[in-house]
């Protein structure tokens, strides 16, 4: 995981809000009960569903986003340019059907569902880290739901 790249990425969206108006969003992606993956089809089988999240975040988001590893099971993608809410509800449906699809890994057919966390940030946060704490506080209710 380079967390300093996604808090490079973090830095650049709140500064380009700051100096230009456009507001960003950022979505915590977190894979739900992946440690059974790992216990199940164990860590290498484990490691290309990661792979292949990633890979179909990418495909959900816009070019102009970037999708970085946060956590051991979650991702967190940046949406800059002011998207819209309703651009960031089809991107968070569009991203967890997508990902909810099988993986198909060697013999092995897994599953996968992820919860997102959405913030869309009208007013800049204070910092990488302040942005971060509400984006997980938003995932943290969107898996209350």
Known sequence: MNTSSLFSEIDRAITESR???DQFATMIIDIDGFDLVNLEFGYQTGDAVLTGVKQRIENCIRDTDIVRRWQEDSFVAVLYGSPTLVDVELIRRRLAECVSAPHIIGENIIYVRV???????VVSPESTKACLNISEHALNRAKRR
Do not use: A, H, L
Request: charged share 0%; glycine share 20%; hydrophobic share 40%.
């Open 115 to 121: 919860t997102v966390g959405v913030v869309n940030f």
């Open 19 to 21: 100096t230009s108006g």
